[in-house]
């Protein structure tokens, strides 16, 4: 329990940085790519896939 | 607002729509699909109740009993048990397809039939990631299709994680690949305070000890180009009766091959089960090329007929172990090769043990199942 604990703040804390990429990213590019990862993410952080 | 604080906000809420429909798609692979109670069905608990352990978890799971008048009215008359064991491997639909027919028409003259039809639950809540699986296949009833789930091998890694580098088996310290810690067919005799698929097991091994469970048959697939196809697989105990069920079975033109259980291939039910406890474990398989690593596109339709182009090349250049044309192995003629070893299984055990029968009606036989198709033998969904 404690390591799936760990596991979702260390989860949760790339998804924000990946969200803070996709907002202050300049390039479309950027933003695309970081679009992408976030899907993921979302879908472990609330242990759906 | 800066141009690409737009272009932001605009890739958020796609990611987040992406999000939202996957999600909705994973999640309603969650909801197990109706299982009519037969006339035949006389009891419908939860796995936990032999194991509590178990209660609120994934791995928990349906239990459905037939019992037979006489076991009742006379326990002198109580007859044999069988446990049928489906959705041990959710990617291999004829054993759950199987379940589901024995549970919707089965009626026991004599003993009891405990039937297990999604015995990894947990299994059924996902695919097998890069395997381009279907999430579900349609089969076509009279009342309207019905829908079942094509699941995965192995347990969910949302209900059970992390994997281990090296699986160690338990009660043998056999090592496999880390992956296998969650396979159902790799646990037995299980843990009570193991990983879920553990204790899955356990609370498969718990009711058969507690319910002197006198045969066991778990029920598979293999892809066309595994040795072990078409076959039964024994433990030691259970080769007499093995034996008989093949001649028998063999009689109808239905080919099988019996193989023996390997000592050395440890947590398998035809091997933990006959060593634990005191019931004759069974392992029978079909061919299923929707698992195999020849097949080409991945669909319901290969799933349901089995037909598959790469395969029959295959054949031709002498790779499979099971026979393989145009026709395929459609799922009618695999569940019906299934049904048809269970039939005959009680039937070679009553002609032994005339004290004990193991008797019951209402189950198509192969050559019905092919002629009709799994439809007609599905009930309406209320």
């Not at chain 2, 197990?32 to 006389?42: K, L």
């Not at chain 2, 890694?157 to 338990?170: A, F, G, S, T």
């Not at chain 2, 090769?337 to 004290?355: K, Q, V, Y």
Request: net charge neutral; charged share 20%; aromatic share 8%.
């Amino acid at each position: 329990m404690l390591m799936t604990f760990i596991y979702l703040t260390i989860l949760a804390a790339v998804l924000g940085l990946s969200v803070w990429c996709l907002i202050t990213s300049k390039k479309p590019s950027l933003q695309a790519t970081a679009a992408m990862v976030v899907v993921p993410l979302l879908l472990r952080l609330f242990l759906i896939n | 607002m800066k141009k690409h604080h737009i272009t932001a906000a605009i890739f958020l809420f796609l990611a987040l729509g992406a999000a939202v429909v996957a999600g909705s798609s994973f999640l309603s692979m969650r909801k197990a699909e109706p299982i009519v109670r037969g006339p035949g069905v006389t009891e419908i608990t939860m796995l936990s109740s032999w194991f509590p352990g178990l209660k609120g978890t994934a791995g928990d799971t349906e239990v459905y009993i037939l019992k037979s008048k006489r076991v009742s009215e006379d326990k002198a008359q109580a007859g044999a048990s069988m446990l049928i064991l489906g959705g041990t491997h959710p990617n291999e639909p004829s054993g759950f397809m199987s379940a589901v027919l024995l549970i919707e028409n089965a009626q026991m003259n004599t003993g009891t039939l405990y039937v297990i039809p999604r015995a990894n639950n947990s299994a059924f809540t996902h695919n097998d990631p890069q395997e381009g699986s279907p999430q579900h296949y349609t089969i076509k009833t009279a009342s309207g299709s019905r829908s079942f789930r094509y699941g995965s091998r192995a347990t969910n890694p949302i209900h059970q994680w992390p994997d281990p580098d090296v699986y160690i088996h338990d009660s043998s310290g056999q090592s496999l690949s880390g992956n296998e810690t969650r396979n159902l067919n790799r646990g037995y005799p299980g843990r009570p305070d193991g990983t879920l698929t553990e204790k899955i097991c356990y609370g498969i091994t718990e009711l058969i000890k507690k319910e002197k469970v006198t045969i066991t048959v778990d029920l598979h697939e293999a892809s066309p180009e595994y040795p072990v196809n078409m076959a039964m697989v024994a433990h030691p105990k259970a080769m007499g009766l093995a034996s008989e069920t093949v001649i028998g079975l063999e009689m109808q033109d239905i080919l099988i091959r019996l193989e023996p259980s390997p000592v050395n291939l440890r947590g398998l039910t035809h091997r933990e089960l006959g060593d634990f406890t005191d019931t004759l474990p069974i392992l029978m398989e079909t061919p299923n090329a929707s698992q195999g690593r020849l097949r080409g596109r991945t669909n319901e339709a290969l799933v349901l007929t089995g037909i598959d182009p790469w395969y029959v090349k295959a054949q031709k250049l002498g790779r499979l172990y099971v026979p393989y044309d145009e026709k395929g192995h459609p799922l009618e003629e695999r569940v019906g090769r299934h049904l048809a070893g269970i039939a005959e299984l009680a039937f070679s055990w009553t002609l032994n043990n005339t004290d004990r029968p193991l008797e019951f009606t209402g189950l198509p036989s192969f050559a019905e199942l092919q002629a009709s198709g799994i439809g007609a033998w599905l009930k309406p969904v209320d």
